[in-house]
């Protein structure tokens, strides 16, 4: 029979914060950390703009990790992250290391490794290439040191499927628990800021002029944050046995592709709809049931046209009455990391009964009759939340997050 | 996939379709037929430094697959959307005059580290020396590490999902464990699993700077005088779907995936304690004994750190059997091509398993770590199941048990 599984730690590193709390209150504020950068450039771009973190002095790289902790940004990220969240779940030594694992997602993880190289190569040719370059640059030591970090010995693996990676990772590792080949897995995504994002969406003009509009009439496109999100998945029978803190059940997931392009996203939200409906397929939730989906919400035109879109096709005139927000709005786009921090937005609202905003939102696209949660969070019941993501080349995961009663 | 606890799991999974890219073949039984043969594709390469590496230099995507946009792919790609179509018209799904493929009935695993680096690495030298403006955009999304599987479904209009696995050494296995896994949960009819590995400049310079390649003509596996490896480049794939929906459509399985376990250590020392709990984890899923594997392959790779691991990890895992149980491995032959190593395993593992004959470890002579059936000659096998072991250089241990029959 299949376990059901809970969520029972949560860890974030973002603009606005690593305390849940503070997280929390700032999102529902719909206060906006999307700012001038500093300590981050990327050739030929002038007045970078991006969600940083500013990361606690106990949060720090470990020493021996790296010798150039810029360098290594996404895996200081990732070990804060999950540091936090098994803190939070208070499982350290509940369960044998070996039936415990690691699923991580990210969209570029060591690209940094990738720009230290070419810089190095090309003052020093290629003689500059070192012996731990092909180590340093496998995103899959962002799983591996979480891992090594927790001593845990069940499977550890690295999921890509750009920014919809949190979500897959998170996805995958259900699927561990649920069918009892693991007994809790620490799962997650992170990303920081990378030059070939930044002058990339530059190239495309997919990056905002200013700060991103998610949902907004006058978006123009993306704006890119750091950080990394983090969650600890366990069987829910033992997690209730041992008395910890539930957040939420993760009831299961639906992913998709759309086959359809590299960067844009499949015709009408074909993607997001099959996601979503896989989604209510494997875990039985009617959509009368849902009561938040978390967008994807990039603040694109085309993302959020068809997530609108998708919303339309999925709940009918019912979606009028099912709130959609994106926090992209607040913390920027953390492409691998975003939608596993948005994974703990979900658990936060089924906890506090509350929804976070989009903020920023000033002339709020009409045509569907959505309704956005702009600009302030708000009371509400909320019993089962819908966690969308998307990425380059057309990859969506639907979360599906419960309240336990 | 370990099967014991989850009925879902246990739908038996069968794989339907299969193909590699390998210099030494560009078809599975052609490549068996080299490795009985101790055939090599390993030679001295002067653009990596002298190092011996397996390069598939005739490698012409063009041959494969007419696939729009091919030409904007980098090489890994290309070798991975053509792996991917030789496999899927093996299967007889739709490209050549085979059933007609539905796409939103298909998902792709790809298991790639590095399939997008020298695409990354050239987007970024050229952010350097010539600026944001002159830098071709296209590169941009091509250099992301989802890319590759990106592409390759694109190519196929697989609808179902599109998930990488990036776990070096150890994605492989992972990626067909992922895929029966997917399959087994109803989230598609059809899965390709492929994976395609190329010889990136930087990354064996590294591997050189770090000493882990072999000199020139002394990669020996799994033998006493091992001192490093060598890279190859290769691509495979191999179609999986449910057994039930192979019958249903009278395509004869060349055999089942029975149960995939993964574990993990960072540190080298307990590597070999990690690997063996996965290899008995996936026995233990598959409900075979250690008696019951007629034939052991690993991703053992000329390190001989990597390879006493593998060589341990069998030890303890198959106990008193171990002595007695064929064990071969397959990169003393086409050298170390990482995530592919994995995909190849399997695909020889089940023409072994089919055709009764084991193929030997290229060059053996005396074993590094004694106690197994190290195979220096080609060896027939008793029925039963396969046992395959990969690593990563990262800690991720992978199992896979194969077989010829659903018990």
Redesign the interface.
């Given at each position: 029979m299949t376990r059901r599984v809970a969520i029972t730690g949560c860890g974030v590193v973002t603009a606005a914060g690593a305390e849940l709390d503070a997280f929390w209150r700032a999102l529902m504020d719909g206060t906006c950390f999307i700012k001038p950068l500093r300590g981050f450039t990327a050739p030929d771009m002038q007045d970078l703009v991006g969600a940083a973190v500013e990361l606690p002095a106990a949060d720090a790289l470990p020493a021996g990790t790296d010798s150039d902790p810029r360098r290594a940004r996404c895996v200081e990220l990732a070990l804060a992250a999950s540091r936090r969240a098994f803190a939070d779940a208070g499982i350290a030594g509940v369960y044998d290391g070996g039936r415990v694992g690691v699923a991580f997602g990210t969209t570029m993880g060591e690209e940094r490794q990738i720009a230290d190289l070419s810089e190095r190569v090309a003052a020093g040719g290629a003689a500059s290439v070192d012996a731990g370059f092909l180590m340093r640059s496998n995103n899959q030591r962002l799983a591996a040191l979480i891992a090594e970090q927790h001593d845990l010995g069940g499977p550890v693996f690295l999921t890509a499927t750009a920014c919809s990676s949190g979500n897959a990772a998170i996805g995958a590792a259900y699927d561990l628990i649920a069918s009892g080949e693991a007994d809790a897995m620490v799962a997650g995504g992170a990303d920081t800021f990378t030059r070939l994002i930044y002058c990339g969406f530059t190239r495309m003009s997919a990056l905002s002029k200013g700060v991103c509009k998610p949902f907004d009439k006058q978006r123009d496109g993306v704006s890119f944050g750091e950080g990394a999100g983090v969650i600890v998945l366990e069987d829910l029978e033992r997690a209730r046995r041992r008395g910890a803190r539930v957040y939420a059940e993760l009831a299961g997931y639906g992913i998709s592709n759309d086959a359809h392009h590299i960067t844009a996203p499949g015709p009408n939200g074909d993607g997001f709809v099959r996601a979503m409906r896989q989604a209510m397929e494997q875990t039985g939730v009617a959509l009368e049931q849902v009561s938040y989906v978390s967008a994807h919400g990039t603040g694109t035109p085309y993302n959020d046209l068809g997530e609108c879109q998708a919303m339309q096709a999925v709940f009918g005139e019912h979606g009028k009455h099912v709130p959609i927000s994106s926090i992209k709005s607040m913390i920027g786009h953390t492409n691998g990391a975003a939608s596993a921090i948005e994974a703990v937005v979900c658990a936060l609202a089924l906890q506090h009964q509350a929804l976070p905003p989009t903020a920023g939102l000033s002339d709020p696209e009409a045509d569907f009759g959505l309704d956005f949660v702009p600009n302030k969070g708000r009371p509400a019941r909320v019993e089962t939340c819908f966690s969308l993501a998307a990425g380059f080349g057309g990859h969506n995961v639907c979360l599906v997050l419960k309240k336990v009663a | 996939?370990?099967l014991?606890?989850?009925?879902?799991?246990r739908v038996p999974i069968v794989a339907t379709g299969a193909s590699v890219l390998t210099p030494l073949a560009d078809d599975v039984a052609a490549l068996v037929a080299a490795l009985r043969d101790g055939k090599s594709s390993l030679a001295p390469a002067a653009d990596l430094g002298g190092a011996d590496a397996s390069r598939f230099s005739a490698f012409d995507a063009t041959r494969y697959a007419n696939v729009r946009g091919m030409r904007v792919y980098n090489r890994a790609t290309q070798m991975g959307i053509c792996a991917a179509r030789l496999a899927l018209n093996d299967a007889g799904l739709g490209v050549e005059g085979g059933a007609p493929l539905d796409?939103?009935q298909l998902?792709?695993v790809t298991a790639?580290?590095?399939g997008h680096?020298d695409t990354?690495?050239e987007?970024?030298?050229n952010?350097?020396?010539l600026?944001?403006?002159r830098?071709n955009?296209t590169l941009?999304?091509?250099?992301?590490?989802?890319?590759p599987?990106?592409?390759i479904?694109?190519a196929?209009?697989?609808?179902?999902?599109?998930?990488?696995?990036?776990?070096?050494g150890?994605s492989g296995l992972?990626a067909i464990g992922?895929g029966a896994?997917?399959l087994a949960?109803?989230?598609a009819r059809y899965c390709v699993v492929v994976s395609a590995f190329t010889l990136a400049?930087?990354?064996i310079?590294?591997?050189k700077?770090?000493?882990?390649l072999a000199p020139a003509g002394e990669l020996h596996v799994l033998d006493r005088r091992a001192q490093g490896t060598a890279f190859g480049e290769a691509a495979a794939a191999i179609v999986l779907e449910r057994a039930d929906d192979a019958r249903a459509r009278d395509k004869a399985p060349k055999g089942f995936v029975r149960a995939h376990?993964?574990?993990?250590?960072?540190s080298s020392a307990r590597r070999a304690d990690?690997l063996a709990?996965a290899c008995r984890?996936a026995l233990a899923?598959s409900r075979v004994e250690p008696a019951q594997v007629a034939l052991a392959s690993t991703s053992a790779n000329g390190v001989p750190a990597v390879d006493r691991a593998e060589a341990h990890a069998l030890l303890a895992a198959l106990g008193d059997s171990a002595a007695r149980t064929p064990l071969t491995a397959l990169k003393g032959n086409v050298g170390d091509s990482m995530d592919t190593s994995g995909v190849l395993q399997a695909l020889c593992a089940f023409e072994a398993l089919r055709s009764g004959v084991a193929m030997p470890i290229a060059r053996f002579e005396e074993p590094a770590v004694a106690g197994l059936r190290y195979l220096a000659q080609p060896a027939e096998l008793a029925p039963g199941c396969a046992l395959l072991t990969s690593t990563?250089?990262?800690?991720?241990c992978s199992a896979l048990v194969l077989a010829t029959r659903h018990d």
């Open positions: - | 996939v370990t014991h606890d989850d009925s879902r799991a796409g939103l998902g792709i790639s580290t590095f680096i990354l690495l987007y970024d030298r952010l350097i020396t600026g944001v403006q830098t955009p941009m999304p091509l250099g992301l590490p989802s890319a599987g990106a592409a479904a694109l196929f209009g697989a609808k179902a999902f599109s998930v990488t696995l990036s776990d070096g150890a992972g992922l896994r997917l949960h109803g989230r400049a930087e990354l310079a590294s591997a700077a770090a000493g882990m376990a993964a574990t993990f250590a960072g990690a709990r984890n899923g990563s250089d990262s800690g991720a």
